[in-house]
């Protein structure tokens, strides 16, 4: 059975040839052209994954985004937009999207995120890399499907985290993230590394999407007086470690 995508998008030229691209691609596609008809169509047929235009009259995007959020509703959800400020893109990653691409783009950029987004809808298990150079990799506990290091703790079953007693309301992104952060606590992942294994696809050297999510999961983790988790190696990638 091919793969379903709910597309809402208000621009009929763009719609239509979002479309016909997608369905060539092998996707069934169900195109609508405001939110309201994206919820009722997600709320009757669930797809596999959503794509949705953020600015849209009546209910956007980032509306239709929250409700399904609030819903339970885990389904991955690609946003299209036209807006390039990172406090824009922050807004949809709060609203619980899980990627973004912006306009114009590239068809083959869409079709690449949404493989990645619609491989992660049942992750496996990430592997566990080899012994790694350099400064020991810190003490990382793995018990069934939990994962525990720094102070988180992550049941990889229910898809649920804590940082001590808090529980951490994470997107489907950043618990993959965090997930790969966990398990190679300690240990330096590039940049390139991180790409492909979050998103299946490098973005190249220019791309700030690494770096958006990144600093939206600090902002959910960091507490007043703890020490930060996640830190930037300048140049190569990033580590967790509790410092």
Not at 167 to 194: M, Q, Y
């Amino acid at each position: 059975m091919p793969q379903t995508v709910l597309l809402a998008e208000d621009d009929r030229a763009i719609r239509h040839a979002l479309e016909r691209a997608l369905t060539l691609e092998g996707y069934a596609v169900t195109a609508v052209a405001d939110g309201v008809e994206a919820l009722a169509q997600a709320h009757t047929n669930p797809p596999d994954v959503l794509v949705l235009d953020v600015m849209m009259p009546g209910i956007d995007g980032l509306q239709v985004c929250r409700v399904l959020r609030a819903e339970g509703d885990r389904t991955p959800i690609l946003m299209l937009t036209a807006l390039v400020e990172t406090a824009d893109r922050i807004a949809g990653l709060d609203a619980g999207a899980d990627d973004y691409v912006v306009k114009p783009f590239d068809v083959e950029e869409v079709f690449a995120r949404l493989r990645a987004l619609l491989r992660r809808t049942s992750p496996a298990p990430a592997a566990a890399p080899g012994p790694a150079e350099g400064p020991a990799r810190e003490a990382v506990q793995a018990v069934g499907r939990q994962l525990e290091a720094a102070g988180l703790r992550m049941d990889l079953q229910a898809r649920r985290a804590w940082r001590g007693r808090r529980e951490l309301e994470l997107t489907r992104t950043e618990f993959e993230l965090l997930e790969l952060l966990v398990r190679n606590a300690g240990v330096v992942l590039d940049h390139s590394t991180i790409y492909d294994r979050i998103w299946g696809y490098d973005f190249g050297p220019g791309s700030k999407n690494l770096a958006v999510y990144v600093g939206y999961l600090r902002r959910k983790l960091d507490e007043p007086g703890a020490p930060q988790l996640i830190h930037t190696v300048r140049g190569v990638g990033y580590v967790l470690r509790e410092d």
